[in-house]
């Protein structure tokens, strides 16, 4: 199995991901809806299928298939983890906690820590933030990193503008103790004033004639409403700000970084950062087609992916940058 062992700092190890099987393409959606332009869409989007979870699968399924993934491609020893940590916003129960229904199901030891944490497009990052946090601090040195993500649940079937969006998935890292530094520069930040931009009104304790108010008109009957212009307009301004301020706070510059790897919305939003920060296309790589958003589960797929490829030297600077629901953003420095 891989080296489990001590160190003070978090180091991003193999990935392992789980996508549904039933996949749902733009085609099968034309056929049931002709009066769609999927042609259309599909350019704005760049996705052109997603995968979505059965009527009776949870983010928990996922995550627990993704991590069965991880420790058999990898040899790692379940026994040997002594952290959970789940991001999701689709759990299974408003309580217990989901992290602790996975550990129990992957026979995690019960001296190990597990925790939920509700955060969406940001949350890998915050993830690792987290991860990073326990390691230094002695708590932790072998952590178990899951996003799962099952939105299609909130979207009804008749919504043109998330249907085409969101696929369902989840993705296992692995986090362990290095003495080399190799994430660091983490920033956050939060505006909650834009929480009427993308929001689930119901399944809290709120009560419902209390709940905050979609920023327009609900066009459609999902439960999950999206905003897309205005988060558009957000994300082109918080992102580079942030891309501006990791690299001016580390003494870095753009020619330091390798590749930007950026939460995979929609190509239209990537696109417009690509434009904004003069990047060619290779600096910031878009890969949705196949997958559509799957919000947290993104970064960790992209990373995923590019390893397979290639694409990601050894000891190369990356900078990864999550960001939406919230509005909620956070990015990091990461030599792979």
Known sequence: ?????????????????????????????????????????????????????????????????????LFQENDIDRSQIDFLLLCTQTPDYALPTTSCLIQDRLGLPTRCGALDFNLGCSGFVYGLAVADGLIQSGAAKNILLLTAETYSKYIDDDDRSLRTIFGDGAAATMITASEEKTLWGFQ?????????????????????????????????????????????????DAVPRLVDEILRDNDLSDADIHTYLMHQATWKMLDQLRARMDLPEERLPIDIADIGNTVSCTLPILIDRLRSQDKLPAGSNQMLIGFGVGLSWAGCLWKC
Not at 192 to 200: A, K, P, Q, R
Not at 210 to 220: L, M, S, T, V
């Open 188 to 236: 956050f930040g939060t505006d909650g004033s834009g929480g009427d931009m993308l929001i689930v009104g119901d399944g809290g304790s709120r009560p419902a004639e209390d709940a905050i108010k979609p920023r327009h008109r609900k066009r459609w009957k999902s439960r999950l409403y999206m905003d897309g212009p205005s988060l558009i307009n957000f994300t082109v």
């Open 1 to 69: 199995m891989p080296n489990l062992h001590c160190g003070k700092h978090a180091r991003i190890g193999e990935i392992a991901v789980h996508l549904p099987q039933r996949i749902e393409t733009n085609d099968s959606l034309q056929e049931q809806f002709p009066r769609w332009d999927l042609k259309l869409i599909e350019e704005k989007t760049g996705i052109a299928q997603r995968h979505i979870a059965a009527p009776e699968e949870t983010a928990s399924d996922l995550a627990v298939k993704a991590a069965e993934k």
